[in-house]
């Protein structure tokens, strides 16, 4: 049996309208980026990594940090970003997409593999994640992508909430695509793990500062840190998950009568 080539695709630009030049910004003395794919690197099933970032002239800074450290990249579109990430991964020459943003330095590589196998456990599907019934803190998002099911949402997708943000046209759509949901024992989704605003910049300086060995830290020290230090958590609460996503429904076309 031939084995899949399993690739991560880390999606980047320094553009955030939000928090501009967060995916470089230090972060207990790497940048951002750094601490992200230093977490991926310790997943057992990754066989390789691949920046997704654009063509503007700033993020000219991404791929030179990505040349300096020796990692794949590709330069795409910054709107669209379907197509950005279909065409990294059709250079790598991937056969399952694991969709990671650079804007999540606490990636746990256990629930990476998990979300992974899950899908190798089942040839016939289409797209696996912990995100379709969110039980993990957001930040710890997954989503494994079969190529043909990416390439069939690159033809067809056209709302601009489902090429700006990649998979929604595959998980809106279960009766076209094989779709499994991944979840947590308990339900983590009150807790924001992500980086958008100078809060969670904040919340993420004050975790790693707590862990200043250099390994990779997992969920659950993290959940016995903030247990511990409630202060912690309480710097960035209060945001709505997945507000990017439902900002850029507005931008949609209305549709057909």
């Known amino acids: 049996m031939i084995r899949p080539r399993i ?11 939000r928090l501009p030049g967060k995916t470089l910004a230090d972060l207990g003395g790497k940048p951002l980026i750094e601490r992200v794919i230093e977490r991926v690197r310790v997943a057992q099933r990754i066989g390789g990594i691949v920046i997704a970032t654009t063509d503007d002239p ?4 991404i791929i030179a940090w990505a040349r ?29 997409i694991v969709r990671i943003t650079a804007d999540d330095p606490f990636k746990d ?16 599907l289409d797209y696996a ?36 943000h990649v998979t929604p046209f595959i998980w809106k759509h279960p009766d076209r695509f094989r779709l ?10 009150r807790l924001r793990w992500t980086i958008d605003y100078e809060n969670d910049l904040r919340f993420a300086r004050e975790v790693y500062a707590r862990f200043p060995d250099g390994r990779v ?27 990017g996503f439902r900002t850029s429904l507005a931008w949609d076309d209305p549709p057909e009568p």
């Not at 690739?7 to 630009?13: P, W």
């Not at 590589?109 to 998990?114: F, L």
Request: overall charge negative.
């Open 180 to 189: 499994a949901s991944v979840e947590h024992d308990i339900d983590l989704s």
């Open 109 to 124: 590589p256990e629930v990476v593999d998990r979300v992974i196998g899950r899908m190798l456990a089942s040839p016939d």
């Open 7 to 17: 690739v991560a695709i880390v999606q980047a630009r320094m553009g955030s309208t």
């Open 68 to 96: 300096a450290h020796g990692i794949a990249w590709y330069a795409g579109s910054r709107d669209d970003v379907l197509d950005r990430f279909y065409r990294a991964a059709k250079e790598a020459g991937a056969d399952l």
């Open 58 to 61: 700033e993020d000219q800074a």
């Open 129 to 164: 994640s912990n995100t379709l019934h969110p039980t993990y803190p957001e930040g710890l998002d997954v989503e494994v992508i079969r190529f043909p099911a990416l390439e069939r949402a690159w033809q067809q997708a056209r709302l601009h909430s489902e090429r700006e």
């Open 217 to 243: 830290f997992l969920m659950k020290e993290i959940l016995d840190l903030l247990a511990r230090h409630p202060e912690i958590a309480a710097i960035n609460q209060g945001i709505d998950r997945n507000e």
